[in-house]
């Protein structure tokens, strides 16, 4: 009998969890936030991840404004956009320059007269030991993972207030939860855009403005090409773009994509992609000191000081015979798929 009655509650309490968990499913779904006719502004929105996201915000009827600093790459982007039948604005705008972003949302307001959506993806790669790194590789680093995102929301916030409503998505990094060797200027700047984000959603949830932080994992988006590599910059880029490229460290940009939107949509606080990214967050959750050795341990292995020391070489000027083998046919693919030649 006493048995009986455990087996009873046990059933009672698998049933009730999964009650509880069909109702936030349920809830999720009835309270997603629909992207149709909203404005969203992509920095970095001419290649890589920027363009993939708007490629899916676009298929759900998004309005997009797509910014970068080059024209010719934007003006791609807006054609390919444009002739699925997406309503898309471009604007050429460094934003690392607090000037050309106020001119930029001042631009957008006069043609869309709001704001919806702010997606601070605008990125820079800074990969070498630090030691060929100067301040130069720091400050670039700073500029366009923090004052960007800064002058960005700044500029957008005062109408988000006074709709009442917002929603603003930073893409960081897993590097911004584990600082990477020879990635140190990225990953540095990284970890204070995920404080910055994690502080704004806390402040900002009042006026019902959400804050969502992204830290993907590699992502095969073709954007190793745009690096800036130091010290043997070959040998650098071609395990940046090996790691980039294997299904095991790496997912498509497609499916990373779709994982960060569906996390801006739900208004969840954090998403991280990859499953060796959430292990490494996980393990460096559990033990900072023993996620630093490990990771002492796989610099030893990096290429070391030397090479161009520390002038520095774009990815395209880094190609070797690895970086353009087979292994890395994801990243040469997606680099045509995405426009980042």
């Avoid at 003006?75 to 699925?84: G, H, I, M, S, V």
């Amino acid at each position: 009998m006493k048995k009986a009655k455990d087996t009873n509650k046990l059933w009672y309490l698998a049933a009730g969890a999964g009650a509880l968990l069909a109702a936030r499913a349920i809830s999720r779904k009835l309270n997603a936030y629909n992207f149709k006719g909203k404005v969203v502004l992509i920095t970095g929105g001419s290649r890589g991840l920027g363009l993939v996201m708007a490629r899916q915000l676009a298929e759900e009827g998004a309005r997009l404004v797509l910014c970068a600093r080059n024209n010719e790459e934007l003006e791609r982007a807006r054609k390919e956009l444009a002739d699925n039948g997406a309503d898309v604005m471009v604007q050429v705008c460094d934003v690392t320059v607090e000037q050309e972003v106020n001119a930029m949302v001042k631009s957008i307001l006069n043609e869309f007269g709001q704001i919806d959506v702010l997606v601070n993806n605008a990125g820079v790669i800074h990969a070498g030991p630090v030691t060929e790194m100067t301040t130069k590789e720091f400050k670039e680093a700073n500029d366009i993972y923090y004052w960007a995102p800064v002058y960005t929301t700044l500029a957008v916030l005062p109408g988000m207030k006074d709709r009442g409503e917002g929603r603003i998505l930073n893409i960081a990094s897993i590097g911004g939860k584990i600082s990477v060797p020879h990635l140190v200027p990225y990953s540095a700047n990284k970890f204070a855009l995920v404080g910055l984000s994690e502080g704004l959603r806390a402040e900002l949830k009042e006026y019902n403005i959400t804050v969502t932080t992204a830290n993907p994992g590699l992502m095969q988006t073709g954007s190793p090409r745009q690096a800036l590599v130091k010290g043997h910059h070959k040998e650098e880029y071609a395990l940046f773009k090996l790691m980039g490229s294997n299904p095991l460290t790496s997912t498509t940009a497609e499916s990373s994509a779709k994982s960060i939107l569906n996390a801006l949509r739900h208004g969840d606080a954090e998403v991280i992609t990859t499953l060796p990214a959430k292990l490494g967050a996980m393990l460096h959750n559990l033990s900072p000191e023993l996620m630093t050795e490990i990771l002492g341990l796989v610099n030893m292995v990096l290429p070391g000081e030397g090479g161009i020391g520390k002038d520095r070489a774009k990815g395209y000027q880094s190609e070797s015979p690895l970086s353009m083998s087979p292994l890395t046919k994801r990243t040469q693919k997606a680099a045509k798929q995405n426009n980042e030649f």
